[in-house]
């Protein structure tokens, strides 16, 4: 998809005053950070899980094109095909390709991060094929005609109501009419919609949350089971993923496996977690014939030796987004591209480009929280302020802020000159705030005034309160 | 065909420190040590706390002590559902056994019309509470994901205590990667709406499972 | 015992009187207080906007104007996490300035920290009466990492009665300059830190940052909720008389005592 993130600004406003997702957003809020929370209290060995699982990214990170041929060379083994994407628009010509050469004509998918940021929907749709997303949350979007809000939970936006009147206009076609009012109602007609979609469709496309090295097999995570019925049932089973997905052996998997899940919906494991290798055998009953693996590197590669590089130890929990006070606050969509929250901030920039997602790195309290939940311990905050850093030093903020900032910065650097001026400041602000201790106005900070007053400063610093003192407390004592 | 393989691994190797040699043998020695990392540990039992955890995802158990009990186990549990005496299997152990008459018993992997199905679970994992299945031509993947009611043959000495323990196991089988691994802990489940956790998003409705237990144990 | 205390910018302008309870609660201890003349902000504002040149000039000046002290003390968590944590990273290409840096920042101590470990103090001379929240700033919980530290020292005088907060690890909104490059998602956030105040039935909310102080009040007062905002300093020192933050100053007592 095209990104908006330029117009964070804009629709982070419009998103606040956005009734009905404000709404689910308040519904979301602290479900996942309470699950998430039990089942940490629960797992005495996080931090040495925590420990072990920064080990094996970094390392596996420091050799990653040996483990990548490793795992090539695997995935041939078991009869699986392995093509490579350097850019969004060749895994979208490469999947295209595949199915074509598969004869399809309907193709569900599984649900899948990379498969967003390659925007492989528009390009299969495109092509003249039927994509059909088949993670609810997915389809619910599909059906909007919206990219996902979260990494995994990609309808969290959407009200029971707004997804009742999605389906009514959208199952007409398959003769379903019923007015859908409970959960169950909508989860069931979703069931009976899709499992035409599983029976017919002629290419299944999921993602993978790792890929391992040892063994050449893609894993994927999922509650509904609808990936390994993407999987399973069509002829041709596509994966998608990423460079950085893989890790060396079958234990390492399991670490992140134990930490992936609690970090995202405080589960000790998804329902299902499944391990694919290559296509149906000779002696199976069922089973894809064809097994192919997409693996995109889109500038993943360029971030292995800058200051990006630990963003690349994500493993896509979605934690971050939780825990962050503006995700919750304005959700999603606003970040204007595939991944929103801390994550987002810190990867848009680097996919998309600095001077377009340049309001992202500065969407941050730098609370920490991100940093202090994230199973990798990614440092999100520091990478947020080396965008920022480039930023100031590409000289892509306004300005106005610059020269603010250079201003403040040059009296905050000399205090001759800032005692004085900050004295006679508050002095004046001071006596103009003295009856009601704040201002709901003042010319220089609508920013602030616009919501809040500002307390008043005092009419006097400290530190000149202070030097006073000291005189007097000297002359009495001399006296 | 594009070049993106030669270009992509080029970058890497343009940015990672590693020369050949040594990094070949730092991986190949990684790659066969198969290092565990830390394994949650918990007090119970491998059978009490498998039953455990399996229940607490809305999974069923019954125990039985013998092959021969399962049909009539499995009866019983179609009977509780109030749904048709018919199952799909595949496992010849399972259609070979002694059915009620009026049972149904279709050998072959699953199809969408498929109520209810049985089959055999490769092992479990006692940590979490979750059954271990191969794909093979006894056990094929559709019967695990198709029908709503999925019913599935554990026996007791396969279970274990976690996820790394069965990677031993298929590697001590020595017949390599089984094609599909599932883990399956519960049935399938959704919360995309609202939140809100609703069972049978696209698998499985009800899972049950019927462990059978070890001679000799009570 | 010789201490130094960096005001920060924001106690200085707004709120001296958390200046002089922080003064009075060292000298309580026996702790002899020198204010270096020559300091005015610790550099968040430029460090946290990408300007590290700027940072660097502001962070060399403080580190200047402080290195005889053997006990630095900032009455705020997110100046003492600046000057501690960031501070060195300031200078990780610059060998000289970045041993300076780190010697400077061992010296370090939020006032927190500095009452509960070093001066170990058991007794604060509370006057305020009746039911408080406390406000865990985001440094406090992540840098400085006080949140018992703080919950033993108000327990130290049975007068306070903390009322916690239900989601006490929630950021406030304030966030420097992003509560004014995105007034409307701070106003969002403090709401939320309102809501959760309120629900405790405190009449005071108090915490150790000027900058959360000054966005909760600020939120407060538009609000006109009657709730009071302190600095904990204030409280500890037994220096709640005067008006609270944001509050008219009805004592007509302009001059703060010592
Ligand atoms: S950055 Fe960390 S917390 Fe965020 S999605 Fe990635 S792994 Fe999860």
């Not at chain 1, 234990?251 to 899940?261: G, Q």
């Not at chain 2, 031509?137 to 994901?145: A, H, M, V, Y």
Request: proline residues 5%; hydrophobic residues 40%.
């Amino acid at each position: 998809m095209k990104s908006k993130s330029h117009a964070f600004k804009q629709q982070a406003a419009d998103a606040l005053v956005n009734v009905s997702l404000q709404k689910a957003l308040l519904n979301a809020k602290d479900g996942f950070i309470v699950k998430r929370k039990k089942a940490m209290d629960e797992l005495p060995e996080f931090e040495r899980l925590r420990t072990k699982a920064i080990e094996i990214k970094e390392h596996t990170l420091s050799h990653l094109d040996q483990y990548l041929e490793y795992f090539e060379q695997q995935v041939i083994k078991s009869g699986g095909t392995v093509h490579w994407a350097s850019t969004t628009t060749q895994a979208q010509q490469i999947i295209v390709e595949l199915c074509k050469q598969a004869n399809a004509r309907t193709v569900t998918k599984g649900k899948s991060m990379v498969g967003e940021e390659a925007a492989i929907n528009d390009a299969l749709e495109a092509a003249g094929f039927e994509a059909i997303e088949t993670d609810l949350g997915e389809y619910i979007i599909q059906l909007a005609n919206e990219p996902p809000s979260h990494i995994i939970a990609p309808a969290i936006h959407k009200s029971k109501q707004e997804i009742a009147d999605l389906f009514k206009d959208h199952h007409k076609k398959y003769n379903f009419n019923s007015k859908l009012e409970t959960i169950p109602e909508i989860v069931n007609e979703a069931r009976e919609v899709l499992r035409e979609k599983f029976i017919n469709a002629d290419v299944g496309i999921t993602g993978a949350n790792f890929l391992v090295a040892e063994t050449g097999s893609t894993l994927i995570v999922t509650n509904e089971g609808n990936g390994d019925l993407t999987a399973t049932l069509p002829k041709t089973h596509i994966v998608i993923s990423s460079i950085e997905k893989v890790v060396p052996t079958l234990e390492d998997t399991s670490v992140l496996l134990r930490l992936l899940a609690r970090s995202a919906t405080g589960q000790e494991i998804t329902s299902y977690t499944t391990f694919f290798n290559g296509p149906k055998r000779n002696s199976d009953i069922d089973g894809p014939e064809n097994f192919h693996v997409v693996l995109l590197d889109n500038g993943r590669s360029n971030m292995l030796q800058n200051e990006n590089h630990e963003m690349l130890k994500c493993i896509h929990c979605g934690a971050c987004l939780n825990h962050c006070p503006v995700y919750s606050a304005i959700g999603g969509h606003a970040y204007g591209w595939v991944y929103p929250g801390p994550m987002g901030s810190v990867l848009t920039p680097i996919m998309q480009g600095l001077d377009e997602a340049k309001d992202l790195p500065f969407a941050s309290t730098f609370c920490g929280r991100c940093e202090e939940v994230c199973p990798l311990s990614i440092p999100l905050p520091k990478l947020l302020r080396q965008h920022r850093n480039h930023i100031h030093h590409d000289k892509l903020n306004t300005s106005r802020s610059r020269l603010g900032l250079a201003l403040w910065a040059f009296v905050a650097s000399r205090p001759a000159l800032y005692r004085p001026l900050s004295n006679s400041f508050i002095r004046a602000l001071g006596w103009l705030g003295k009856k009601s201790g704040r201002f709901s106005w003042l010319p220089f900070a609508s920013a602030w005034t616009q919501s809040k007053d500002l307390p008043a400063p005092a009419a006097q610093s400290f530190m000149s309160a202070w030097t006073q003192q000291q005189a007097k407390k000297k002359s009495s004592e001399n006296e | 065909m594009n070049n993106a393989r030669e270009e992509i691994f080029n970058r890497i190797k343009s940015k990672t420190r590693q020369n050949g040699q040594d990094a070949a043998s730092i991986i190949e020695r990684r790659l066969s040590a198969h290092q565990r990392g830390p394994v949650p540990v918990f007090p119970e039992e491998l059978l009490e706390r498998f039953i455990l955890k399996l229940k607490n995802v809305v999974g069923t158990v019954k125990e039985i002590s013998d092959m021969s009990e399962l049909p009539a186990a499995v009866s019983e549990y179609l009977s509780s559902l109030n749904v048709e005496q018919k199952i799909v299997t595949a496992v010849p152990e399972i259609h070979s056994l002694n059915w009620p008459a009026d049972f149904e018993v279709n050998n072959r992997a699953a199809i969408s019309s498929d109520l209810s199905s049985v089959t055999m679970a490769y092992a479990a994992v006692a940590e979490t509470g979750t059954l271990v299945l191969q794909a093979a031509k006894e056990t094929p993947t559709s019967l695990n994901f198709l029908p709503d009611n999925f019913i599935c043959v554990l026996k007791q000495q396969d279970i274990h205590t976690s996820m790394e323990d069965i990677w031993d196991a298929i590697r001590k089988d020595d017949k390599g990667m089984p094609r599909v691994v599932n883990f399956i802990t519960g049935p399938s489940r959704t919360a995309d709406v609202e939140q809100t956790i609703q069972l049978g998003a696209h698998g499985p409705r009800y899972l049950h499972v019927i462990i059978i237990r070890q001679a000799g144990s009570d | 015992m010789r201490v130094a205390l960096f005001a920060s910018c924001l106690v200085d302008l707004f709120r001296p009187n958390a200046g002089f309870a922080t003064v009075s609660l060292l000298e309580n201890a026996g702790c002899i207080v020198d204010v270096p003349p020559e300091q005015t902000c610790c550099g968040q504002p430029a460090y946290n906007n990408g300007d590290k040149d700027n940072a660097r000039d502001i962070a060399k000046q403080v580190i200047n104007e402080f290195s005889d002290y053997e006990y630095i003390i900032v009455p705020s968590s997110s100046c003492a996490g600046m000057m501690i944590k960031h501070y060195p990273q300031l200078f990780e290409d610059n060998a000289e300035w970045y041993k300076k840096a780190t010697d400077f920042s061992a010296h370090c101590y939020d006032l927190v920290t500095f009452l509960h470990d070093i001066l170990k103090i058991t007794s604060v001379p509370v006057t305020y009466q009746g039911n408080i929240t406390y406000h865990d700033s985001c440094s406090s919980l992540r840098e400085t990492r006080v949140k018992d530290k703080t919950r033993h020292l108000l327990a130290c005088n049975e007068k306070i009665n903390l009322l916690e907060l239900g989601n006490p690890e929630a950021c406030c909104g304030f966030g420097g300059t992003f509560c004014v490059k995105y007034p409307e998602i701070s106003e969002s956030m403090v709401n939320d830190k309102i809501a959760d105040i309120e629900a405790t039935g405190a009449d005071t909310v108090v915490s150790g940052d000027m900058g959360c102080l000054l966005n909760i009040a600020g939120r407060l007062k538009r609000l006109n909720k009657p709730i009071k905002v302190f600095h904990i300093a204030e409280v500890l020192a037994g220096m709640t008389g005067i008006a609270a933050i944001g509050d008219a100053d009805d004592t007509k007592k302009s001059e703060p005592s010592s």
